[in-house]
């Protein structure tokens, strides 16, 4: 059902902006001897629409490591509005001096780090910062992964065959 059809079965408006609000209908404050042509008030109660931040940005889920080889490494994870996606990364725990992203704009953030030395751990902190009516950041603690020895990749696609 589309936003406007949905908006009048609910008893719902919409203002120019699409800004749904709710009509709750009240009874007038007269006596019991209401006349019969009088309507009752409307009172409108704003609400905002889903997906739109009433706090901060939170990561809601993650960052889960995914598909490491001994070259690359994917890592992912959630937010409660569309945020940013940045990742700080290296071999150093006291010296994050890598970073990699994707575009501006999601729910879920999942991003590829390529060129990754073999059988190294790696020590990371995913961050969203700007989140979507927020202007906020969240960033996670500092976590660690390790690749695979060299060779590791190559050996699982063949034997895959």
Do not use: C
């Amino acid at each position: 059902m589309n936003t406007i059809a949905a908006a009048l079965v609910l008893g719902l408006g919409l203002t120019s902006t699409s800004a749904l609000f709710l009509q709750v209908a009240q009874p007038t404050a007269q006596a019991p001897t209401q006349s019969a042509g009088q309507k009752p008030t409307v009172q409108q109660i704003p609400s905002l629409p889903i997906g739109v931040a009433t706090g901060a940005v939170e990561i809601t889920h993650g960052p889960v490591v995914e598909n490491v080889t001994d070259t690359t490494a994917e890592i992912a994870w959630s937010t409660n509005v569309n945020a940013g996606t940045a990742l700080q990364y290296g071999t150093d725990p006291s010296h994050l001096d890598q970073t990699a992203g994707m575009p501006w704009g999601g729910l879920t953030h999942r991003v590829s780090i390529k060129n990754l030395k073999p059988n190294t751990t790696y020590y990371f902190r995913a961050a969203s910062g700007q989140g979507q009516g927020t202007g906020t950041q969240a960033q996670t603690a500092q976590l660690t992964f390790q690749t695979k020895p060299a060779g590791a990749s190559a050996e699982a696609k063949s034997d895959a065959r």
